[in-house]
């Protein structure tokens, strides 16, 4: 047995107890990891509350780990018992995180950088393979491009931060005021007060803009590209026939496991070239209140549960 935290139903995070369930049982090609760390994500409470793509109940969410794998099924040859693993485990279905084991396939995992601790470690999956997959694989970041990344400070926007700097770009930010002096010390060459100015203003000036936001905020940051350059979006932004007749592309990104994106991501990390903040670390017992913590908004960095 291990202990869990399960839903019977959707709603607010009061609907997250912690029960106990039957431990699960690596498959072929499949990892068990017990988890030392669990990232706690917008997704997260999304899923909880009924509003993303898993409606099957009952449910445990989450989807970060980083842990010690404690068995490996037939056919596993990149871990054995005792190596240190983080992951993205199943993506977009369910990975059952919030848990103190996981058994996902395990080219869903790459070793943790000794680097980071695991509540870093766990910090990064999700949060670093968005930023990655948005800026590498699908934007292609060359040096020297000038890149936009919205809300820099958080989850994803100060890892965003970090990835663009060290693939030499010219990086902007934008950031509250009191956050400022942190997105700096991330690398970012401009911060802009979003509470203040208006990035739009800034017509014509980046080849790549990673919308971290959506809505209107997509529609605008149109404005803001070169000819030829992209906008990038994980909330939902604008579709490709808002940018017709501008000269410009769009792409809509939903992350996937990705143990090649994690390897990259455990190198800069081993070369000093990518942190994670950990704004909060709660007892597994405490998710409710985590959650309550991140739909506040304005999260530095990251929240994790240690179970």
């Known amino acids: 047995m291990m202990r869990a935290i399960r839903q019977e139903a959707f709603g607010g ?6 029960t ?8 072929g090609t499949e990892v068990l990891v017990r988890v030392l760390a669990a990232g706690v994500n917008p997704i997260d409470w999304k899923t909880r509350a009924g509003r993303a793509l898993i409606r099957t109940l009952p449910l445990t969410v989450g989807w970060d780990v980083s842990g010690v794998v404690e068995a490996a099924g037939f ?21 059952s995180a919030y848990a103190e084991f996981v058994a996902a396939p395990s080219r869903h995992f790459a070793r943790k950088p000794a680097a980071l601790s695991h509540e870093q470690a766990a910090g990064l999956p999700l949060a670093g393979l968005t930023a ?6 699908t934007a292609h970041l060359r040096p020297g491009q000038r890149v ?3 809300a820099g400070a958080g989850g994803v926007g100060h890892l965003a931060v970090q990835i663009a700097k060290a693939r030499g770009a010219y990086v902007v930010a934008t950031a509250s005021a009191p956050k400022h002096d942190f997105v700096r010390g991330l690398g ?8 203040a100015v208006d990035f739009a203003s800034a017509a014509g000036e980046f080849d790549l803009v990673f919308d971290l936001i959506g809505r209107e905020t997509s529609a605008r940051a149109l404005a803001a590209l070169r000819p030829g350059g992209m906008l990038v979006s994980i909330a939902g932004g604008a579709q490709a026939h808002a940018a017709a007749g501008r000269g410009v592309r769009t792409a809509a990104l939903l992350v996937e496991p990705d143990h090649a994106g994690l390897e990259a991501l455990a190198a800069l990390a081993e070369a000093g070239r990518l942190r994670v903040e950990v704004e909060e670390v709660f007892p597994l017992e405490q998710a409710a209140e985590a959650h309550v913590r991140g739909e506040r908004g304005r999260t530095r960095g990251k929240l994790v549960l240690r179970p």
């Open 132 to 137: 990655w997959q948005a800026l590498v694989d």
């Open 148 to 150: 936009l990344v919205q």
């Open 13 to 18: 995070p009061e609907v997250l107890r912690l």
């Open 188 to 195: 970012a060459d401009e911060v802009i007060d979003y509470t």
């Open 20 to 27: 106990e369930l039957e431990r699960p049982e690596p498959g």
């Open 75 to 95: 056919g596993v040859t990149r871990f054995a018992p005792g190596d240190e693993v983080f992951g993205l485990p199943w993506f977009p279905r369910p990975a």
